[in-house]
């Protein structure tokens, strides 16, 4: 289901670029009306605006770089569940993990700040950073034992106010296509990483690539609404 990656772009894109069809000269329908209406949902919700203006006066600023950092795995499982054909047995797998850590990452990406150090590599293709100043170690330590990667505790320790902000994207866009609440959509693929990085951890688990894959593009989705809506 590559339905979810789109849904900000494919409404922003129906508001400021709405093209005419060339039979008639009227206006193409957006692909997705539902889509649409829910947007429109959102920006005539007071109480969602004011949380995400919240949100953003407050940390919106030192959030790009973890933002970004997330994005590059995210693309990578994207590219994965692309293949055709048998190459998917070969890729499957390696999109849970990827896809699981994506939606690590950004959830992370909320609790690390931005004072960094850019550091270069040899060759020049990419810029490491170090987050310096953080309190992810804190965080980090105030999570269940043995639940650093655990997308589900991950989020519930969270503070309310950016647990409420998914809520409210989730709820309107996803929540009613997947038949799970956010929570409920966490708890599936909570373990995802640990389980699927080594043959061995859990060589029988059964996965849902589709699923975790589409919480990563939603969690992308999330930041999408912090920096570009302006509703």
């Known amino acids: 289901m590559r339905y979810f990656k789109t849904q900000y772009q494919i409404c922003l894109k129906h508001f ?33 605006k004011k949380l995400r203006s919240k949100i953003y006066s407050e940390i919106a600023d030192n959030r790009r770089e973890p933002f970004d950092h997330a994005t590059k795995y995210l693309v990578s499982s994207n590219k994965l569940l692309e293949v055709d054909g048998i190459d998917i047995y070969y890729t499957y797998l390696p999109t849970v993990s990827i896809s699981a ?17 850019h550091i270069y590599s040899p060759y ?5 950073v170090r987050y310096k100043g953080s309190f992810a170690t804190t ?19 969270l503070p309310q106010d950016i647990q409420d902000f998914h809520i409210y994207i989730y709820n309107c866009f996803y929540k009613t296509l997947l038949n799970l609440s ?50």
């Not at 209406?37 to 007071?46: A, G, I, P, V």
């Not at 929570?183 to 589709?210: C, G, H, M, T, W």
């Open 16 to 48: 400021l670029y709405a093209l005419p069809d060339d039979s008639n000269g009227t206006h193409i329908q957006p692909p997705y009306e539902i889509a649409v209406n829910h947007y429109f949902k959102l920006l005539t919700d007071e109480s969602f």
């Open 139 to 157: 965080f980090l330590n105030s999570l269940p034992r043995g639940n650093s990667h655990n997308l589900k505790e991950i989020f519930l320790a």
């Open 101 to 117: 850590f994506s939606c690590e990452l950004f959830l992370k990406a909320w609790i690390a700040e931005d004072k960094i150090e």
């Open 182 to 231: 956010l929570v409920d959509a966490l708890e599936k693929v909570k373990s995802y990483f640990i389980d699927s990085r080594y043959f061995f951890e859990k060589p029988n688990a059964q996965y849902d690539a589709y699923l975790v894959n589409d919480l990563a593009n939603f969690f992308y989705e999330v930041f999408l609404f912090l920096y570009n809506w302006d509703g």
């Open 124 to 128: 020049h293709q990419v810029t490491h």
